[in-house]
C-alpha cells in the first residue's frame, strides 16, 4: 500500500504568496500613511510653536522689551519640535535700572503628543542681570530650564529649575554660590473666599534653593551650605511692564506678598516662619511675620570659638534665649518665637534692630 500524496497543488502555493505580498503590501502602505500623518502633524505643531515664539518676541518688543536673537531654526522630528536660535541677548529698563540677560543659544522644544508643553532651555549655560547706580548683580547658571504649560488664554504653570548658579555683586565681588534651584509658579491660582478674597492671590510660588554658600561664610558660625524653601503668593493684579509706577500702583491698591511658609536651614540654626510684606510709600519693603529659631545656643558657641564675641556677651545672650524660649520638640536645644518686622527701612527681631533695607527704586 502506498503512502499518502501530501504535495500542495502548484495553484495553493501561488495563492498563499499572493496573500503574504498582499500583507506585504498593505502593511508598507499603511506604514507610510502613518508616516505622512505624522509628519503632517509635526508640520502643524512646528508651525504652533515656531508662531508662539516669535508672537511672544514681538509682543515684549511692544512693551519695551529689547530682544535679539539670530534667525530661529527648526528641529527634532520625529518625535519632538525644537526652535533654536543663537546668540539670544535681552534687555529692559525698569526706572534707573536695566536689567539684561543672555544665552549662546535657546532651544524651545515640546513633544508632538503634547504641544500645550513648552520646555525652554539655554545651551551651554545662561546670565542674567540687573544693573543701576548702585552698581550691578549678576547671575550665571551653568543649566538652565523653564517647563511652561499653556492654558486656553495663558500659562497654567511654569517649573523653572536653575543648577550651579554663581551670583556676583558690584565689582565683580563673588556673592554666593548655590547648587541648586527649584521653583514651580502658577499664574492662575485658585479663587479664596472670605476676608482674604478682598486682595485676590494673583500669583502663587513655591520653590526650594540647596547647597548656598555665601562667600566669607567660613567666618560665619555655621556649618556647610544652607538650604532654603518656601511657599508665597502675590496678592493684587501688578503690571511687570510698568516697572516703578505698576509697582507704585499695586501698593496703593493693597498689594501685598504673602509668606505662607519659609525656611532657612544652616547648622546649626534652623528658621521657620510666615508674614506679609509689601511697599511703603519710600518704596521700601516693609511687612510682619513670626520666626521660630532653634540653634541659637549652639551658633553664640560657635561665635565665641571663632574669637567674634566676648564668652560673657555669649553667656547673657544664652540666658536671654533659654528665658524667651522653650524646649525645641527634638529635646535638643532651645527654641525661641519671635516677631520680626521691617519698618522705615529696618529689619527688627522682637525690638532689636538687626539690618538695614533700601528702597527698591534706588
Known sequence: MSPPDTTRPAGFQDR????RRRLVVAGAGLAALLA???TIAWQLVALRVEAAVTGWIDQRRALGDRIEHGPPALGGFPFTVDVTMRQVHWTREDGPTLLAAAAPELVASTPVWDPFRVAVRPVGGGRASAAGSWGSVTADADEALAVVTLGRRAPDRVDVTLRNIELTGPGGVVWAHVAAFDAVVDPTPEAESGAIAAVPATLDVSGTATGIRPAG???LPFEGPAAVSWRAALRGDV??????PGLAMWRDAGGVIDVQYLSVSWPP???VGDGTVALDAAMRPEGAG???VQGIGEALDRLVAKGRMKPADAALL?????AAGEPAADGRGQRVKAPVTVQDGTVRVGRIPVAKVRSIAE
Open 269 to 271: 540654626i534652623d528658621l
Open 239 to 244: 503690571d511687570p511692564a510698568a516697572g516703578l
Open 36 to 38: 505622512a500623518g505624522w
Open 290 to 292: 513670626v520666626a521660630e
Open 217 to 219: 561664610a567660613e567666618a
Open 318 to 322: 544664652k540666658l536671654a534665649a533659654i
Open 16 to 19: 498563499r504568496h499572493l496573500r
